[in-house]
């Protein structure tokens, strides 16, 4: 019986040494892959928030929804378009508030919109994140800009009959309330300078190198931005500011 050749140390180290080094190749394309797939779970939220806008504006004799109301009577409260705070608002800086978010006023128009409402790439593992409410509510921030100029008024898809296609509803946002704190951008408005804490859209996604933002239009459109100096304060890296319109202005928010 001719004997069994063993794998010698040297040779056993070489194999080692390969599989190492191509785990370390594809290591690059895998988190590339993972981010791409964040990246169009992203896109398909907004476009679906796009359709629901949409549809919830054909109902609605084309108005578009206030931020928030207060609801008063024997189950009082604060319906936020994301959600109902019952015996709401809480107190600032009050953590884990109670929410319904079935009660959104986008509701009836999609279905499964809790999910719908969630970036996967928002940074909720930050040690600087403020939990506002008791669950995930929304790191989608709403174009305020679309408040008519009295308080709770809106304007109407009207008034934006000519740029349906240039002026957006939904984009990743963030919001600085609380001092070193951050929570979800459930809000968006342009801030000169970007120099106080406001909600602000933030450039979460790694696209071609660049920072990007993905935003939803009133025509249901969804784009990505890429980060445009200056910022307010970078969360892991990750930019926050105001969007720009394609000659630099501030008329994506409807100005």
């Not at 015996?87 to 999609?110: F, I, Q």
């Not at 809106?154 to 349906?164: E, F, I, L, P, V």
């Not at 990743?172 to 602000?200: C, K, R």
Request: one cysteine or more; hydrophobic letters at 40%.
């Amino acid at each position: 019986m001719p004997a069994r050749r063993a794998f010698t140390l040297v040779e056993l180290l070489i194999v080692i040494a390969i599989i190492v080094v191509l785990i370390a190749l594809l290591i690059p394309t895998l988190n590339f892959a993972r981010a791409n797939t964040r990246r169009t779970v992203c896109a398909s939220n907004l476009r679906q928030l796009g359709i629901a806008t949409n549809l919830y504006l054909d109902a609605n004799d084309g108005y578009f929804w206030r931020y928030y109301w207060d609801i008063p009577g024997a189950a009082p409260g604060r319906l936020w378009w994301f959600g109902f705070e019952a015996n709401g608002p809480a107190a600032a800086g009050t953590r884990n508030r109670s929410l319904d978010k079935s009660r959104s006023v986008l509701g009836p128009y999609t279905a499964n919109l809790a999910n719908l409402l969630q970036c996967p790439d928002f940074p909720y593992d930050d040690a600087e994140y403020f939990p506002k409410f008791n669950k995930h509510a929304a790191s989608y921030g709403y174009n305020i800009k679309f408040l008519g100029p009295v308080a709770g008024e809106t304007a109407t898809r009207t008034r934006y009959s000519a740029r349906q296609d240039s002026v957006f509803v939904f984009t990743d946002a963030v919001q600085f309330d609380f001092g070193a704190t951050f929570n979800e951008g459930h809000y968006v408005l342009y801030t000169p300078g970007a120099s106080s804490p406001s909600g602000y859209a933030q450039f979460r996604h790694r696209n071609a190198g660049a920072w990007t933002a993905q935003m939803s239009f009133i025509d249901g459109h969804v784009e990505s931005q890429p980060f445009q100096a200056p910022g307010f304060k970078p969360i892991q890296g990750m930019p926050c500011g105001n969007l720009h319109a394609i000659d630099g202005s501030n008329t994506i928010y409807g100005y």
